[in-house]
Every structure is written in C-alpha cells, then in structure tokens.
C-alpha cells in the first residue's frame, strides 16, 4: 500500500522559495501520476500541479504557473514540488495526492471534480515577514 509524507514547510518571507518534499514508501511512484494541492484556512482546496508517473508531464495551475513548479527523483521515491516568489495568498496547507490510474504513463490530470486516491497528511506553508 503506497503511503505519501510530506515535509519542507515552514514560515518564509514574501519573495522567499521553499522546496517541499513528497516521499512514498510501500509502492514505487512509476506507478503513480502525483498531484499537489493547498488548502489555506476557511477556504476549498484546490488544486496546485502535477507530475506525471514518468515525470515527463508537469502541469502548474494558472495561479502559481511561472513561480511553482514539480520535479521528481525515482531513486529516491519522491517528488519535490518547488515554490519560488512566494506570495502571504500561498499560505495554506500543502498536500500531495498519488492518482494509480494513469502508471507508466507521461499522463496526469488537474481537474476540478477529479479524485486523487491516496494523500499525504499534509505540510504548513507559511508566507509572512
């Protein structure tokens, strides 16, 4: 069974950068299509990006594009959502989610309605000075 931990959080300054880490364990992510999500407090989750199961597939949603992107190490099991120019509005809390439908595969889906099978416990991003 694929279990996902995530870690890197942590308070910076508006402009700052943060490198969050998404390990697996259990299963091999060559099997998973991996999806990153925020959720700050009082509001809905949405979602961030994605890599695909090869990695050859990033997809950043409009929000973040030029300032947050993924990448993934598959001999070290972990895919490392980076976030540059980070602004006090991406303060939340920051997930990621592995999608088994798509293994092998340069396919990963961001898509409002879409559901993620298994998901991390989640790491709090703080943007502030």
């Known amino acids: 069974q694929l279990q996902l931990v995530e870690s890197g959080g942590g308070l910076v300054q508006p402009g700052g950068s943060l490198r969050l880490s998404c390990a697996a364990s259990?299963?091999?992510?060559?099997?998973?299509?991996i999806g990153w999500f925020r959720q700050a407090t009082g509001k809905e989750r949405e979602g961030v990006g994605c890599?695909?199961?090869?990695?050859?597939?990033?997809l950043i949603e409009d929000p973040v594009k030029g300032r947050f992107t993924i990448a993934k190490d598959s001999a070290k099991n972990t895919v490392y959502p980076q976030m540059t120019s980070l602004k006090p509005e991406d303060t939340a809390v920051y997930y990621c989610?592995?999608?088994?439908?798509?293994?092998?595969?340069?396919?990963?889906?961001?898509?409002?309605?879409?559901?993620?099978?298994?998901w991390g416990q989640g790491t709090q991003v703080s943007v502030s000075s």
């Open positions: 989610a592995a999608d088994g439908y798509w293994p092998d595969s340069n396919i990963c889906v961001m898509a409002e309605g879409y559901d993620y099978d298994i």
């Open positions: 259990g299963s091999t992510l060559d099997n998973f299509a």
């Open positions: 890599i695909s199961s090869r990695g050859t597939t990033v």
